[in-house]
């Protein structure tokens, strides 16, 4: 059974970090991409930051790029996701997926994507 459980939101201040996890079972997903996704409320679901566990190369969405890195841990099967200087804005529901479609693709969502239940972050003012 394929897995993706994320761990690791919580509240946080203005300001703050978190640091988010994924870990995947079920299935060898080397040749998968792993990304973070996030939805607010009210809003559709879109892309943060993705990762191939090959050669570690990534991808981030130009509103995060110098605060949150994404990094993978092979041996663990798990991809995290540190978010520094957090923002109120930043509050949604943070998702992991693995694409098996690449680096780039899996920027979107796909139709053969495996999904984690999701994590929430709140950022308060």
């Known amino acids: 059974q394929v897995q993706l459980v994320e761990s690791g939101g919580g509240l946080v201040q203005a300001g703050g970090s978190l640091r988010l996890s994924c870990a995947a079972s079920g299935r060898t997903f080397r040749n998968y991409a792993m990304a973070w996704f996030r939805q607010a409320p009210g809003k559709e679901r879109e892309f943060v930051a993705a990762?191939?566990?090959?050669?570690?190369?990534?991808v981030y969405t130009d509103s995060v790029k110098g605060r949150f890195t994404i990094s993978r841990d092979n041996a663990k099967n798990t991809v995290y996701l540190q978010m520094n200087s957090l923002k109120p804005k930043t509050t949604a529901v943070y998702y992991c997926?693995?694409?098996?479609?690449?680096?780039?693709?899996?920027?979107?969502?796909?139709?053969?994507?495996?999904w984690g239940q999701g994590t929430q972050v709140a950022v308060s003012s």
């Open positions: 990762i191939t566990w090959r050669r570690g190369s990534t």
């Open positions: 997926k693995a694409d098996p479609r690449g680096l780039t693709m899996a920027t979107t969502k796909g139709r053969n994507d495996y």
